[in-house]
């Protein structure tokens, strides 16, 4: 994520999505969180975002009605967060363009944090390092140190804890998000923990390979089958997904989206055709994506 210098002096973000190709959970912590183990990729699904000078405040426009603007806003806690943390007393006017659906465990919400904490840092001239961003950004979510510099990461912890991972072809793939949404605490609640928890291994060594075969049989959420329980939506796009040529699919994070890995750019493009013939519940959106 670079922020790029408009002519009118404001910068601009783009701030990917991401997918988990493997996540499982390997406990409960006394804080309440999980520790778990996942592979994140960033896709080229971005919302845009425009920092502005502006007097003293904070302020956040976008231009989704639906999204709210205030102080729960994980853009604005971020903007806060970097004022309280350096002293800093600028202001700035934030818009943000919605390109990623929200409560689709596409870590949306995250990447516009992120991408806040690396806008301001170069807007408010702060200076600080991305040790010191990812330090911030652990505090607003657990996926947004990811964010701040990764394309593919091994991450453990509650998620904060990066290795990242060499990408050898970016992957092709089909993303799917019906009408409803999952809360991602409700979904987490709902969590039986396994006995025993897969180590991901072989997926983690398909990927640094590039073999989208392989990957595509090892993929797996560990979450996937607590958010069926509680969104009839997504276990139906499933079973359409599986009676297409995809590779494999999986459900993202906490869900609600969906996606189907392709063979390469081609397949995918038979992939969207062979979409059209199924019968995917009201309201479903989908679009062709890569990995960065
Ligand atoms: O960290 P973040 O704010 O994105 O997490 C949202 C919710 O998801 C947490 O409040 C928690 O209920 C759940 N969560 C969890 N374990 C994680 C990450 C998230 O239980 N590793």
Known sequence: MTPSLQTDGSLLLLAPAKLNLFLEILGKRPDGYHELSTLMVAINLCDEIIFRPHRAEILL??????????????????????????????????????????????????????????????????????????????????????????????????????????ARIPLHLLLLKPASGCDTA???RNLKLPPNPRSGQNLREAFVVGDARRLAAEMFNRLQESAFEMNSEIQAILAELSRTSALGCLMSGSGSSLFAVAEDESHSERLAAELQNQKLPAGTRWWRVRSL
Do not use: M
């Open 186 to 188: 409700a979904v987490y």
């Open 61 to 166: 426009s976008c231009d989704t009605p639906e999204l709210a603007v205030g102080a729960e806003n994980l853009v604005v806690k971020a903007a806060q967060l970097l004022r309280r943390s350096t002293g800093c007393q600028d202001g700035v006017a934030i818009h943000l363009r919605k390109k990623i659906p929200w409560a689709a465990g596409l870590g949306g919400g995250s990447s516009d944090a992120a991408a806040t904490l690396l806008g301001l840092n170069r807007l408010w001239k702060l200076n600080l390092s991305v040790v010191e961003l990812k330090e911030l950004g652990s505090q607003l979510g657990s996926d947004v140190p990811f964010f701040l510099g990764e394309n593919a990461a091994w991450c453990t912890g509650r998620g904060e804890i990066l290795e990242p991972l060499p």
